[in-house]
């Protein structure tokens, strides 16, 4: 069983569109984030939720809205999709919020806006 | 703004060789963690450290945390095709993870 699951895996729209990436992770952990990873592979935080509350919001433009429905799960909704939102975006977990704890991170979604 | 730098960017070696990978930052962090990310899949944790001047040894892999718990640095003996991937670091600091550039490491048989 994948501990943490990102779907899709691969994701090609338009400029304009709206779209979601959903991440669940099956670890019993309370903390899940949002990471991006850019072309030179540079990884970024973008969101953090702890126990359903947001705790991290690391200057995203507000097109980006993290939705956490319960703590095993931490969508993305994107809308108006921008050529610079193509990235690698990651879902991780972790059991507290401690920046020391380890964090499981998902397989990634590859987003491409043409 | 908290940063840390990797170096190498790149780093292309001879299986058998040994190397070290260098991560710097001018700020404190209160841990620093190892990733290996392979292509089309998510960073996997190879190590925490959090004492200044710790030495965590994982097999061939030798990872050392600065005295100032400002650097870190992962030594790999004998490098196996096997050890090709992107390394990265990440400082923890006020319950957020910064990550360095990474090193992308290969290892030719």
């Known amino acids: 069983d994948t501990a943490v699951s990102q779907t899709p895996k691969y994701l090609v729209t338009q400029m304009g569109n709206d779209k979601s990436i959903k991440c669940e992770q099956n670890?019993?952990?309370?903390?899940m984030y949002w990471y991006k990873q850019d072309s030179k592979k540079f990884l970024k935080i973008m969101f953090s939720?702890?126990?359903?509350?947001?705790?991290i919001n690391e200057t995203v433009p507000n097109r980006f809205s993290p939705k956490s429905p319960d703590k095993a799960h931490l969508n993305l909704h994107i809308n108006s999709l921008e050529l610079g939102d193509s990235a690698v975006y990651f879902c991780a977990s972790s059991q507290g919020t401690r920046s020391g704890n380890i964090q499981y991170f998902g397989a990634g979604t590859r987003l491409s806006v043409l | 703004t908290q940063l840390l730098e990797q170096s190498p960017q790149f780093l292309s070696i001879q299986e058998g060789e040994n190397l070290t990978v260098y991560c710097n930052s001018s700020?404190?962090?209160?841990?620093l963690q190892w990733y290996r990310q392979e292509p089309g899949e998510g960073p996997v944790l190879l190590v925490t450290v959090v004492t200044g001047g710790e030495v965590k040894k994982l097999k061939r892999l030798t990872f050392q945390f600065g005295d100032a718990r400002k650097d870190s640095s992962l030594h790999i003996t004998a490098a196996q095709p096997g050890d090709t991937g992107l390394y990265l670091c990440a400082g923890g600091s006020q319950g957020n993870l910064i990550f360095g550039k990474g090193t992308k490491l290969s290892v030719k048989p």
């Open positions: 939720y702890n126990n359903k509350e947001l705790i």
């Open positions: 700020s404190v962090f209160s841990s």
């Open positions: 670890l019993g952990h309370d903390t």
